[in-house]
């Protein structure tokens, strides 16, 4: 092993940091293989996580390393536990040790680093942790504009319509100390009408679940008008009423003929303050110390967005709670639900709460249970949807 002291460490992670700014996403992996070269590492390899977290794909790496890496699945390997459990993972053969360690961005999971030496001593595991965290602020930083990253991690071409979806739609999961929110969605590849939306705002978590008519690009761009009708209020100081006007009459304006459900959310972090409009979609549930509180936050909906003038002068009504610290919100559009097996049965609401609640009893954080989840619901129907399908989960953990 290359004898590397704290300085030329240093200065090794300050010039892979100074040519993370020019180097091209497909050129990362053999940039970061030389750095690894210079620590004594034998082999390492960024391995990302696909659009609908089945597979782990590999980054390009260096190629004079050899044959090109295959993909690996994400459920039953050591690679793909450390992504799903957010931490390390080693295995040792041939008298080398190899280790996995998750890349994440914030909370976002964005896939893992996988490093073979002949000897790990706590300061070299040290050391690529700091690669994995030098690799994953590059890797994110680049995606929003490379379409080879894009690529990278798709099985097969996006929809029109899924790909403005995707477009509009935040990290997959954000959180603090105090609060987390994921959310997944499916079809990936085919989304229509479904999106969603999460912020953090002056000590306030932002959640919204939108289910547009239809499942085509005027589907999904009725979704788009949506989000940005309710970002552009919300940033503008507007309260949880006036962020509902504002999409109502966005929708009404410029897809009139498109009618959307959704669920708009204000979670005050310090207090747990909970308020949110329901327009006509399934109402929110509440889960809490293992188990779903019956009809806790079942309230009258209002009328679906988008009807025009006419309606536009009809109160919202904003409802509220209060939650206790651990807490789970679960929020998600019908096609959840009314998904059907070939048998005839829908997944339904008993099943999606039950399955949400045993994953928490098991202590999966929120993105796992929703990973999995929607694995299960893509099960039933043996990968094919009928409709898109959209959870959002969001958890209050201030003592966490």
Same mark, same amino acid.
């Given at each position: 092993?290359?004898?590397?002291?704290?300085?030329?460490?240093?200065?090794?992670?300050?010039?892979?940091?100074?040519?993370?700014?020019?180097?091209?996403?497909?050129?990362?992996?053999?940039?970061?293989?030389? #750095? &690894?070269?210079?620590?004594?590492?034998?082999?390492?390899?960024? +391995? +990302?996580?696909?659009?609908?977290?089945?597979?782990?794909?590999?980054?390009?790496?260096?190629?004079?390393?050899? &044959?090109?890496?295959?993909?690996?699945?994400?459920?039953?390997?050591?690679?793909?536990?450390?992504?799903?459990?957010? %931490?390390?993972?080693?295995?040792?053969? $041939?008298?080398?040790?190899?280790?996995?360690?998750?890349?994440?961005?914030?909370?976002?999971?964005?896939?893992?680093?996988?490093?073979?030496?002949?000897?790990?001593?706590?300061?070299?595991?040290?050391?690529?942790?700091?690669?994995? @965290?030098?690799?994953?602020?590059?890797? *994110?930083?680049?995606?929003?504009?490379? @379409?080879?990253?894009? !690529?990278?991690?798709?099985?097969?071409?996006?929809? &029109?319509?899924?790909?403005?979806?995707?477009?509009?739609?935040?990290?997959?999961?954000?959180?603090?100390?105090?609060?987390?929110?994921? #959310? *997944?969605?499916?079809?990936?590849?085919?989304?229509?009408?479904?999106?969603?939306?999460? %912020? +953090?705002?002056?000590?306030?978590?932002?959640?919204?679940?939108?289910?547009?008519?239809?499942?085509?690009?005027?589907?999904?761009?009725?979704?788009?008008?949506?989000?940005?009708?309710?970002?552009?209020?919300?940033?503008?100081?507007?309260?949880?009423?006036?962020?509902?006007?504002?999409?109502?009459?966005?929708?009404?304006?410029?897809?009139? @003929?498109?009618?959307?459900?959704?669920?708009?959310? $204000?979670?005050?972090? !310090?207090?747990?303050?909970?308020?949110?409009?329901?327009?006509?979609?399934?109402?929110?549930?509440?889960?809490?110390?293992?188990?779903?509180?019956?009809? &806790?936050?079942?309230?009258?909906? $209002?009328?679906?967005?988008?009807?025009?003038?006419?309606?536009?002068?009809?109160?919202?009504?904003?409802?509220?709670?209060?939650?206790?610290?651990?807490?789970?919100?679960?929020?998600?559009?019908?096609?959840?639900?009314? %998904?059907?097996?070939?048998?005839?049965?829908?997944?339904?609401? !008993?099943?999606?709460?039950?399955?949400?609640?045993?994953?928490?009893?098991?202590?999966?954080? #929120?993105?796992?249970?929703?990973?999995?989840?929607?694995?299960?619901? +893509?099960?039933?129907?043996?990968?094919?949807?009928?409709?898109?399908?959209?959870?959002?989960?969001?958890?209050?953990?201030?003592?966490?």
């Amino acid at each position: 092993m290359v004898a590397v002291d704290d300085t030329g460490f240093g200065t090794l992670l300050s010039g892979l940091l100074q040519r993370s700014h020019e180097v091209a996403p497909e050129d990362w992996g053999g940039t970061l293989a030389r #750095a &690894a070269h210079e620590l004594g590492l034998d082999d390492i390899a960024v +391995l +990302l996580a696909d659009v609908q977290q089945s597979r782990l794909v590999p980054l390009p790496g260096d190629p004079a390393s050899g &044959a090109p890496r295959r993909p690996v699945a994400i459920d039953g390997t050591p690679a793909g536990a450390a992504y799903r459990t957010v %931490s390390l993972r080693l295995s040792e053969r $041939d008298n080398r040790i190899t280790m996995w360690l998750p890349l994440v961005d914030g909370v976002e999971r964005v896939g893992v680093l996988e490093v073979t030496a002949h000897r790990i001593d706590p300061e070299l595991l040290s050391r690529c942790r700091a690669l994995a @965290d030098v690799t994953t602020l590059t890797i *994110v930083s680049k995606t929003g504009f490379s @379409d080879d990253m894009l !690529r990278l991690v798709r099985s097969r071409p996006m929809s &029109a319509a899924a790909e403005l979806v995707w477009a509009f739609l935040p990290p997959r999961t954000l959180g603090t100390a105090e609060v987390t929110s994921s #959310a *997944v969605l499916e079809p990936a590849y085919e989304i229509g009408g479904d999106a969603f939306d999460h %912020s +953090l705002q002056d000590g306030c978590l932002h959640l919204a679940v939108v289910d547009a008519m239809g499942h085509d690009l005027a589907s999904g761009l009725a979704a788009a008008v949506v989000l940005a009708a309710c970002r552009a209020a919300r940033r503008g100081g507007a309260d949880l009423a006036e962020v509902v006007r504002t999409v109502d009459e966005a929708l009404a304006e410029w897809i009139p @003929d498109r009618l959307a459900t959704a669920v708009f959310a $204000d979670l005050d972090v !310090r207090n747990g303050q909970l308020d949110w409009a329901n327009c006509g979609h399934p109402p929110p549930r509440l889960i809490r110390a293992r188990h779903v509180v019956p009809g &806790a936050l079942d309230r009258g909906a $209002d009328l679906p967005l988008g009807l025009g003038a006419e309606y536009s002068g009809e109160p919202r009504s904003v409802h509220s709670a209060r939650l206790e610290p651990g807490d789970r919100i679960l929020i998600h559009t019908d096609g959840v639900t009314e %998904s059907r097996a070939e048998g005839g049965d829908e997944f339904g609401e !008993r099943r999606l709460t039950e399955y949400v609640v045993h994953a928490t009893a098991l202590g999966d954080p #929120a993105p796992e249970v929703l990973r999995r989840l929607v694995n299960a619901i +893509l099960a039933q129907r043996h990968g094919r949807l009928d409709d898109d399908a959209t959870i959002l989960l969001a958890e209050w953990h201030p003592a966490r």
